[in-house]
């Protein structure tokens, strides 16, 4: 059991660092590596989960795959001996946990599909009975299942959190046949993807997508795909709308920072060990029952 934050890697121009992911330039292509970083109400916490990294690019990878004949995605390899010359001596700090992907002009919003009524969508309806601006029935409980998905996207904002918007602001933003090409995938993927894990025992209660053009201007699926961190994953047995779920994610973190009253401001404090182990156990339990899967091995 290894862990990896702040990596630096000889060799490799480092073009920007995330919350949890860094980008390397790697020749043509570009080279994201995912740490074991955390972060909890727009805060990365200095404990870093052990594995975690690993868990969040091998998840997206068996969706890439899942989801190829939906739509395609940038990923190039995610063998380490496929890589440039450059990364071969990094094999240990890259297997796993990173991807070499292609470049691509990434649009500049977050694309999000809800079919579960829960977080920043659950509150907007008690106050307005909406979703991003989209009328929903009367009446709907914390964590009801939606009528139908929909299609409830976000602005990127490079601090804080990101921000809901109605479907007119993406098409100002990017164009009309844009707007609803990526509504369209969107929700395309979503139903395969919920599909997939009601059939593992899972709700997909909502999540997010960002999606780029490549060179020849064709739409491709990128970042990451379908992860905890970006994804609302609920177990099937003892679902009960009318509240909050138990879920695969971080909330167990935030369920802890919240009783301790921290002020949510950087910096953030340390994990007891208990937290951090149980918070590792989410993770890696929503890849083997999502995938069917043990985690590969940690040099592989």
Same mark, same amino acid.
């Given at each position: &059991? ?29 080279? &994201? ?11 990365? /916490? ?22 190829? +004949? ?28 990173? &991807?070499?992907?292609?470049? /691509?002009? &990434? ?18 309806? @008690?106050?307005?009975?909406? $979703? ?26 490079? %601090? =804080? ?13 990017? =164009? ?6 990526? @509504? ?35 739409? $491709?699926?990128? +970042?990451?795909?379908?992860?905890? +961190? ?6 099937? +047995? ?18 802890? /920072? %919240? ?11 340390? /994990? ?7 918070? @590792? ?20």
């Amino acid at each position: &059991m290894s862990t990896r934050s702040d990596m630096n890697l000889p060799g490799l121009r480092l073009l920007g660092r995330g919350k949890v992911r860094d980008l390397y330039e790697c020749g043509q292509d570009l080279l &994201m590596v995912a740490s074991d970083r955390l972060s909890a109400f727009d805060v990365v /916490l200095p404990t870093p989960i052990p594995d975690k990294g690993r868990v969040l690019t091998q998840i997206s990878l068996f969706w890439f795959d899942l989801l190829r +004949d939906v739509v395609p995605n940038h990923v190039v390899s995610a063998r380490v001996r496929d890589y440039p010359a450059a990364c071969q001596p990094l094999h240990q700090e890259l297997a796993g946990r990173s &991807m070499l992907v292609r470049r /691509l002009r &990434m649009f500049p919003i977050e694309c999000v599909a809800r079919g579960y009524l829960s977080g920043s969508g659950w509150k907007e309806y @008690r106050q307005r009975g909406t $979703v991003c601006g989209i009328q929903l029935p009367a009446g709907l409980r914390e964590s009801d299942r939606l009528p139908e998905p929909v299609f409830t996207p976000a602005s990127k904002n490079s %601090e =804080g959190h990101d921000e809901n918007i109605a479907f007119e602001s993406v098409e100002e933003r990017i =164009g009309w046949d844009y707007a609803g090409r990526l @509504r369209e995938l969107t929700l395309a993927i979503y139903r395969r993807a919920a599909a997939h894990a009601e059939s593992r025992g899972i709700i997909l209660a909502d999540t997010k997508f960002e999606f780029g053009l490549d060179a020849a201007g064709q739409i $491709v699926l990128g +970042d990451e795909v379908l992860t905890p +961190d970006s994804s609302r994953f609920w177990p099937r +047995d003892g679902y009960q709308p009318g509240g909050p779920q138990a879920s695969f994610d971080k909330q167990f973190v935030r369920d802890y /920072l %919240e009783r301790i009253g921290w002020n949510k401001q950087a910096p953030g404090p340390e /994990l007891p060990a208990e937290v951090v182990e149980r918070t @590792r156990e989410k993770y890696l339990a929503a890849y083997k029952q999502l995938t069917g899967r043990e985690l590969p091995g940690e040099y592989e």
